[in-house]
């Protein structure tokens, strides 16, 4: 399941990137990602219905003779091949299904896999399915907020588990002499109304630029889909599961900063670029960019603990996180402090909160946007 997994500064130079874990290690997302796998499978009948019901085929030219899919955020792991894997029966459905167009004109498929420079695309590219794969295939390293694509190429834009992740860090919410000091605090969620305010604001100018560039790049009839954890319309930041779990992971590292493990200063200057939309905000920033209609906007059925593939233990839960942050903290703090961190956080999901009633929260949407006519 593809996500926006690296911290990139727009604007400032060449900016810093932190993937996922790549490789097959223990810490790998490769090897810990099924749960985000259990989102995408929980969303595949909508998005499957989407694609027949709303790709507007007979909008596409008539000289089309190749689809072009991506996956935005692709990391590694088998979550992208299987997410493409639906959405290219779900077109092919679509075609035979449509009696104006020839069975014999049913086009080729070219699949692209993104997600930025430092992601292992070696790894992701070794694990590609051979047997039965009906598309070309290739990579397109680099940012999904900004451009990626030529103009109006792609027919069909898939993105997962990814656009709750910021393309920076607000930089007043590191800033001592700014009311939006976050200090003390690796997240926004239990901050004062001025970090919330900015972190919100930074989500507000992302998705403006996410959605012009893909307002660029997609054809007209063709589709975004976006899956993606949702921070219910009037819940409190505080109250989002993600944000507890983060927080949790935070009073960690202000732990071992009493310590003096690691220094309190690192501490004060260290957020987590994330930031968990509403519908509601989601639905303003579309409708500011007025390029897309909304075909859907709905929750995935509910993914209960009682569901997972295995049991999703403390330790499991916790491995699930340190393949998603070991980037970022180790950029922070250093490479030694990763298992005693870990081990700690662990510790706390465990004896601190339900592991089970905290993920039941979680809420998933699904939006499936369409290309408006382009002038």
């Given amino acids: ?158 993105i997962s588990y990814a656009i709750h992740w910021l393309s920076r860090v607000p930089k007043e919410v590191i800033d001592r002499t700014s009311p939006a000091w976050n200090k003390g605090r690796i997240t926004y969620s239990s901050a004062s109304d001025e970090v919330i305010e900015a972190f919100s604001a930074q989500c507000a100018n992302d998705m403006a630029r996410f959605l012009q560039a893909r307002a660029e790049e997609i054809a007209e009839g063709g589709l975004m889909i976006l899956i993606f954890p949702v921070r219910p319309n009037g819940t409190p930041h505080s109250q989002v599961t993600h944000n507890i779990v983060h927080d949790l992971l935070g009073s960690c590292l202000v732990d071992m900063a009493r310590k003096g493990i690691v220094g309190k200063e690192k501490v004060d200057t260290f957020n987590l670029p994330l930031y968990y939309i509403s519908s509601q905000e989601l639905e303003a920033a579309i409708e500011r960019n007025a390029c897309f209609s909304i075909e859907r906007m709905e929750s995935v059925p509910p993914l209960t603990y009682s569901q997972k593939i295995a049991p999703l233990t403390a330790k499991a839960y916790a491995f699930i996180i340190r393949s998603v942050m070991e980037g970022l903290i180790k950029a922070q703090f250093g490479e030694e402090i990763l298992d005693e961190l870990f081990r700690s956080f662990s510790k706390k999901l465990e004896d601190e909160v339900s592991l089970s009633d905290l993920v039941d929260k979680i809420v998933y949407f699904c939006a499936v946007l369409k290309r408006k006519a382009i002038n």
């Fill in 1 to 158: 399941m593809g996500t926006e997994k690296e911290l990139s500064k727009e604007g400032e130079g060449e900016g810093e990137a932190y993937p996922m874990k790549g490789g097959d290690g223990a810490y790998s997302y490769s090897r810990n990602s099924s749960y985000q796998g259990e989102v995408r499978n929980a969303a595949k009948e909508l998005v499957s219905e989407a694609i027949v019901e709303s790709l507007d085929i007979l909008k596409f030219s008539p000289s089309t003779t190749i689809i072009r899919v991506v996956d935005l955020g692709c990391s590694v792991g088998p979550n992208t091949f299987l997410a493409v894997q639906n959405i290219l029966e779900a077109i092919q459905l679509n075609y035979c299904q449509n009696q104006a167009v020839p069975k014999s004109q049913i086009p080729e498929f070219q699949v692209f896999f993104n997600d930025h420079v430092s992601n292992d695309f070696n790894t992701l590219f070794l694990s590609l399915p051979t047997a039965d794969r009906r598309y070309y295939a290739a990579g397109v390293p680099g940012s999904f907020y900004s451009r990626l694509f030529p103009s109006h190429s792609l027919h069909v834009v898939h």
